[in-house]
């Protein structure tokens, strides 16, 4: 067994007997000063800690002696300028304690001013929203707009390529509309059994006020009553041109057309002699 | 052995400095400004005694200045008086200063800085200023053979062992621990039959 083991045992440290209060006696005022060797202080500490009174009562009074060298040190004075390093350091300190310690019913500057930023911040983001969302109806009317125009477009092209169908297509029967008063310009009307009538004409009188012209259709079938049809006016410039659609089997039972002047709206029958007619032959 | 007279701390006193040393706990700086100015000088001293560089002593102060400032609750007024607990801070943290990683650095950081349990002080102690305390020590150790004090302050100051005492000085080991006993003796012996 390791000679050190043996001696722990036994209570022996250093060759001390850690029981034997006696033997540490000499040691006491050593202890106190801090100059025994280590391993004497190891086993003068595990005396210690057997609880005898004596020497520990004994080591207080010791070092309470070795205290009393600290005046043997000559009279000698720090300079201002640590005390004033030491200072400031402890008012940070205190300062930084006091800070976190206060209770929150005060709101501080800087919260404050955080406070105000965000309200400022805020009140730019509504105004900005809302500058925005005018901006994008603004351009939605503009695109819906631009939409009606372009669908606008689209219809009065399909129209025209319609009108320019009826107009060249071999199959469209072509017939001249006579006026009844001689001062009256010729319409000019082509029917195609498909795409339907376009009437054309110049310099045609506006109707007047409250009045629009209508175009009827006048069925082969004897005692029959014309068919009314569309409601129309020349433009400003007298310029007229119609596009009527009809089914296909109208044309064959047609024997002629018609325009009177009617209420504006229209009427269910002629309520003036035609202005117009033409025979489909 | 002389035993020195021992009376029980009275309970209902409570020194100025430990008065201040519990200000400490408030974070009660003027409190502390009071405990540096009644000190200082002592702890100073004491530390440039040891280290020998006023810069480094001045560094060593502040260290345990703001060691009180900042652990104030590690000195207990019931385990005894403030400045005893102060100069043992002060010793050991300028013996820490001295030496670097060494065998005796070791023995030093394996003491603790708090004394243990005091039950009082000596009686003849209570009234004496520091002025008078520190005359009155100086003429005792200056009646001391002179190996004696010697080998104290070497142990004290510069914090030597035994043995590192009995290499330094090329005596016997033995001789060197009888002349630390028989002055620390003495010293309280002188101590004692100056009130």
Known sequence: MDPKRIAALEGRIAGYDVNNCGQFRELIEAYALGALDAEEGTAFEAHLATGCKDCAQAVEEARWLVNQLAYLAPSAAPSDMLKARLMQTVRAEARAAQGSAQPKAGIPLWMWAGVAALLVLTMYSAWDARRLQKEIQTVNESAAAEFRQREQLQQELAVAKRQAHILTDANSKKFAMWPHDTQMPKLEAMWHPELGICVMGQKVPMPSSNRTLQLWLIPKAPGSKPMPSLTFWPDAEGKLVLMVENPPDVMADTKALAITEEPAGGSPQPTSAPMWVGGLS | ?195
Not at chain 2, 18 to 29: P, Y
Not at chain 2, 33 to 52: C, F, G, M, N, P
Not at chain 2, 63 to 76: E, G, I, M, P, T
């Open chain 2, 1 to 195: 052995m002389f035993l020195a007279v021992l009376t029980p701390k009275d309970s209902s006193e409570v020194s100025p400095d430990a008065m201040l040393v519990h200000q400490l706990l408030q974070r009660d700086v003027d409190a502390f400004e009071q405990l540096y100015d009644r000190h200082s000088r002592i702890v100073y001293a004491l530390v440039l005694r040891i280290v020998q560089q006023a810069s480094t002593a001045e560094e060593v102060v502040q260290d345990v200045f703001l060691q009180l400032w900042r652990n104030a609750s590690r000195y207990d007024t019931r385990r005894g008086p403030f400045i005893p607990w102060l100069m043992a801070v002060a010793r050991n943290r300028a013996l820490d200063h001295l030496r670097l990683k060494s065998e005796r650095q070791r023995r030093r950081e394996d003491q603790t800085e708090e004394l243990p349990p005091v039950i009082g002080f000596p009686q003849f102690e209570k009234a004496l200023d520091d002025k008078r305390r520190a005359e009155r020590v100086r003429a005792v150790m200056g009646a001391l053979n002179p190996q004696q004090k010697k080998v104290i302050e070497l142990a004290y100051f510069e914090g030597l062992s035994h043995t590192e005492i009995a290499e330094t000085l090329k005596e016997p080991l033995g001789t060197v621990k009888s002349w630390i006993r028989n002055g620390l003796l003495r010293l309280k012996e002188g101590l004692q039959a100056t009130t």
